[in-house]
């Protein structure tokens, strides 16, 4: 169908038009009568041209606007008087040609505007206009799109139903092809990759788009870099002499005083130059140098300056190269003389040759031989060789004017404002922002123009790039262990400048490309950035390097396009557990560091739950490295690598985390408490990875499973089950409009990223199938165990690991402290004394002849005998220690005594003497009372264990047995 046109609009009124309001203005000047005349006539009052009433100042007036050459009060915003600044006039009215005049087109009527997406009854918006409702269903082709969109395969572009063909972006393909130089990418055609976004590595070359398939990154270099097939990457050539060469070393010899000498394996700095000797390793001015013209004179030094192109300067302590021969200029990059040329560093404008200006055209820039200036407005065109004022520069993030000159190849370049580049790449050629989410990551689109060679490119490339020289990491105990860039990048780089790929640095692209919510809301692009993985899904890679999150480890290798992250994939975190932010350098310039540090379980800031049955010691136990750890895949054991030097395995076992035994109570030292540098010791490691994975759940049917799977049965889905494997259901917190309380991201002061607020908990389910294709963090049970070698992962057992931490522990006598890892408290340590042991430091000991015990413990309890437990776990899995009574004792004497006749004891025991009667008449032995003493009485077994005194030795004097 015809697309609709629109009436012609009406013109600028006429200047009979404004005559009300011209006689309104001489109105209001009124007329004053000590202005008379003699003859009574009224003379004119004085009028300054400009203003209101008066005649227009050249056109002008000081207020309201000109008017048949009257300046007449005209409100900006009104009915035919100037348009505000904004172009916002009065309602009803439209801004044309810079005045305010009616809409003769309102919003919603016939072949107007649609408003909004709505119009005038009768009517429907199409193609943006309101139109008769055509005589066609809503929802077929060429008709307007109905509440469903249209019916398959047309889509709806602008509100009208249109085939979809392959030459249009988001459209199906044609039998895997698209037109139009689209690509084909999942089925649907869409823009190909330039080579500004391709992602090349540093100093790659790259091939531009053709027909229909993305840019591709060569194996070849830019200019004094050579391509490396080991390390699929552009590494640096040899050290040069050659003058102006990237990796010539020419400059830093000529600041020494020094030769350049080229050798086998590249340039060195050799021996001192004309009118220098060696003293103490450096080139020191030879006193005895001279400018004499004779080449018999072994310390001339005149033919040495001519061929460097200088004067032969002589002077009181020796002679000496000076200034460069006239026409010439000095050259920083090699030391030497150079001829005055375009776009050399200059510092005044003799440095410049004929017809060049020396200027950095920005404050901020070095200063350039650059081409003459232009006119206001225009900029040299290097291509035409003149000027041009074909340049449109308005637009966000340009200051509006043209950059001098164009680039190399004849294009406009606009100067950019800070924080933003002007991009070169085919359909842009626009001032883009560096960072537009503000986290202090520079988009990798920037790269390409930051290191162009193009002087006019580069200098409007104002993006203050962040770098790092190490990655700090912070354990929950906040012990830090610094990694160098050079370590974690296997010693392709020393220094990593921080870029992100442009589909996380814009919330538009970040959120379109994330296959699912993640609860309640996506990431936003400012909690993403190449360093940042999430635990949501199969297929979802939230830093952009080509793997998916659940899939991804240290280890991984990334070639092509991505090469450039291979420094971060080897210290990429689960935002889930941990956090990451920049840290500048002490003294403002050079590298900073990036730190990235646990979320702690201590102030609940790591959101992933526990088995409830545990005890809350789980939230605050000590782990080792997983027992499962491979150093060639360590898939699941993020930042374990750095645990300790062997390659695989859980380490050995780390030194008490205690500053002191305690000679009657166990010591703190959980990673909750604050123990102190002394007290960790060294570093611990990062243990997070070996109490919590992510995983993706199977089903019982799949033959094998990999290292980020977990079948379903392994799931603990009720309390006191025996699986170790509690699922966690997570999402990010969403605020609701105008809920001031509620926090979604927490961002530290400046550009860094933002920290998402998580909340989980835990995965319940009345059809545990459904669970199957589900991806999440499982929180690891606690395993216990009795040698250290058996630890497989989570909390350790501190009685296995640290039994020294019970009061009294002495290896000599293994059984006389004894402990347990409570198993219903993440392995919590809990003390007591063997059998044949009491006394706070379980250091009295009871012969068996001399010990009685007993209880109502239940049996299957560990280190239980008949009731009586040596150690024992509260109910609630707190933990508790000896349960039970405990005795040692003997008889010490024993004495028989008479029974008194009944009249002698007239005051009662009758039925005591009775008894006694009774039972002396079954034998022949006199009736009495047999009196029994002991060492102490008997009493039950207390749980704490007391000391009443100390010796100068520090152990216990003065027991309570308990």
């Not at 904004?86 to 801004?95: P, R, S």
């Not at 249109?162 to 689209?182: F, H, I, K, Q, S």
């Not at 081409?371 to 225009?378: F, I, N, S």
């Not at 604050?674 to 759940?697: N, T, Y």
């Amino acid at each position: 169908m015809p697309f609709p046109t629109h009436p012609t609009r009406a013109l600028r009124p006429p200047a009979f038009a404004l005559a009300p309001l011209m006689l309104a203005a001489l109105a209001a000047l009124g007329c004053d009568d000590a202005t008379s005349s003699a003859d009574g006539d009224a003379a004119p009052p004085p009028c300054t041209p400009g203003e209101i009433g008066c005649a227009c100042d050249d056109g002008a007036c000081t207020e309201g606007r000109c008017a048949d050459d009257l300046c007449v009060d005209c409100p900006a915003g009104t009915l035919r008087c100037p348009c505000p600044a904004d172009g916002a006039c009065a309602e009803g009215l439209v801004c044309e040609q810079d005045l305010c005049a009616e809409d003769r087109c309102p919003p919603g009527a016939l072949d107007c505007p649609c408003d909004g997406d709505a119009c005038d009854e009768g009517l429907t918006c199409m193609d943006s206009t309101c139109v008769p409702v055509p005589e066609c269903a809503p929802g077929s082709l060429d008709c307007p799109c109905d509440d469903d969109g249209c019916a398959a395969p047309l889509v709806c572009i602008n509100d009208v139903c249109r085939d979809c063909p392959p030459d249009v972006v988001g459209c199906p393909c044609a039998d895997g092809a698209c037109d139009g130089g689209l690509v084909c990418a999942r089925g649907a055609c869409r823009a190909a990759i330039g080579c500004a976004d391709a992602g090349c590595g540093p100093f790659q070359q790259c091939a531009e788009a053709v027909d229909g398939a993305d840019a591709a990154c060569l194996e070849a270099c830019a200019e004094g870099y050579d391509w490396d097939p080991a390390a699929e990457a552009c590494v640096e050539q040899a050290p040069t002499c050659a003058a102006g060469a990237p990796t010539s070393i020419a400059g830093q010899c000529a600041d020494q005083n020094r030769t350049c000498v080229e050798g086998e394996g590249g340039a060195a700095c050799g021996p001192c130059v004309p009118g220098h000797r060696e003293d103490g390793g450096a080139c020191v001015i030879d006193d005895r140098a001279n400018c004499a013209d004779d080449p018999d004179d072994a310390h001339s030094i005149r033919v040495d300056c001519a061929v460097q192109q200088r004067a032969c300067v002589e002077a009181a302590d020796g002679a000496r190269c000076g200034a460069c021969l006239e026409g010439l200029v000095d050259d920083p990059s090699t030391g030497g003389c150079r001829a005055l040329d375009a776009f050399a560093e200059c510092a005044v404008e003799a440095d410049c040759a004929e017809g060049l200006v020396c200027s950095g055209r920005a404050p901020a820039d070095d200063a350039r031989c650059l081409p003459p200036a232009c006119a206001e407005g225009e900029t040299f065109d290097l291509g035409a060789g003149a000027c041009t004022d074909r340049c449109d520069c308005q637009g966000p993030g340009q200051t509006g004017r043209p950059w001098p000159v164009t680039d190399w190849n004849g294009d406009c370049v606009c100067e950019t404002a800070a924080g933003f580049f002007f991009n070169t790449a085919a359909g842009s050629r626009r001032a883009e922002p560096c960072d537009a989410d503000g986290d202090g990551w520079t988009r990798r689109s920037a790269f390409a123009h930051i290191e162009s060679p193009d002087e006019a490119v580069r200098l409007n490339a104002r993006c203050p790039l962040r770098t790092i020289d190490r990655v700090l990491l912070v354990n929950e105990a906040g012990q830090v262990l610094p990694l160098t860039v050079e370590t974690l990048s296997n010693g392709l780089a020393q220094v990593e400048p921080l870029y992100e790929t442009d589909e996380t640095d814009v919330d538009a692209e970040a959120i379109e490309r994330q296959e699912v919510a993640y609860g309640a809301r996506r990431f936003r692009a400012a909690e993403l950035n190449p360093l940042t993985k999430a635990c949501v899904s199969a297929l979802d890679d939230f830093n952009d390097n080509g793997i998916s999150d659940v899939r991804e480890h240290h280890r991984d290798l990334v070639g092509g396009q991505r090469a450039w992250m291979a420094t971060f994939i080897a210290a990429a975190y689960f935002v889930e557990l941990h956090t990451g932010r920049y840290q500048p350098p002490e003294d403002g310039d050079g590298p900073g560091a990036y730190v990235i540090a646990e979320r702690s379980r201590c102030d609940g800031a790591l959101p992933l739950t526990y088995p409830a049955d545990e005890g809350p010691y789980s939230a605050s136990c000590w782990r080792r490295r997983d027992a499962g750890y491979e150093a060639a895949e360590p898939l699941g054991y993020d930042f374990q690598r750095w645990s300790c030097p062997e390659p695989d395995g859980a380490c050995g076992v780390q030194a008490m985390p205690a500053a002191a035994r305690s000679i009657d109570a166990v010591p703190a030292h959980g990673t909750c408490d604050d123990l102190g540098a002394e007290a960790l010791g060294p570093w611990r490691g990062m243990g997070h990875a070996s109490q919590f994975k992510c995983v993706e759940i199977i089903d019982e049917q799949v033959p094998q499973v990999q290292g980020f799977q977990r079948r379903r049965s392994a799931l603990r889905l009720s309390a006191g089950s025996e699986q170790r494997l509690l699922l966690n259901a997570c999402t990010l917190t969403a605020c609701a409009e105008g809920d001031a309380g509620c926090v979604e991201a927490v961002s530290d002061e400046g550009a860094n990223p933002a920290q998402p607020v998580v909340s989980c908990e835990a995965a319940a389910t009345d059809d545990p199938p459904s669970l199957v294709g589900a991806v999440g963090f499982v929180t690891l049970g606690f395993q216990g165990y009795d040698r250290t070698a058996e630890y497989a992962g989570g909390c350790v057992s501190e009685q296995a690991e640290w039994p020294e931490l019970c009061p009294g522990f002495d290896r000599s006598r293994p059984g006389a402290t004894v402990g347990v890892g409570n198993p219903r408290n993440g392995g919590k340590i809990i003390c007591g004394c063997g059998v044949n042991y009491g006394g706070a430091g379980c250091d009295v000991g009871c012969p068996d002849e001399q010990l009685h015990f007993g209880g109502t413990a239940p049996l299957d309890q560990p280190g239980c005998i008949d009731g009586y437990c040596v150690s024992s776990a509260d109910e609630g899995g707190l933990d508790g220690g000896r349960l039970g009574f405990w005795m040692c004792g003997d008889f010490t004497a024993s004495a028989f005594a008479p029974a008194p006749p009944a009249e002698e004891d007239p005051a009662g025991g009758a039925a005591l003497r009775d008894a006694f009667h009774a039972e002396a008449a079954l034998g022949d032995g006199p009736v009495g009372v047999v009196t029994v003493r002991g060492h102490i009485p008997t009493f039950g077994t207390d749980r704490v264990a007391l000391c009443e005194q100390v010796d100068e030795d520090g152990h216990c004097a003065g027991l309570i047995l308990r």
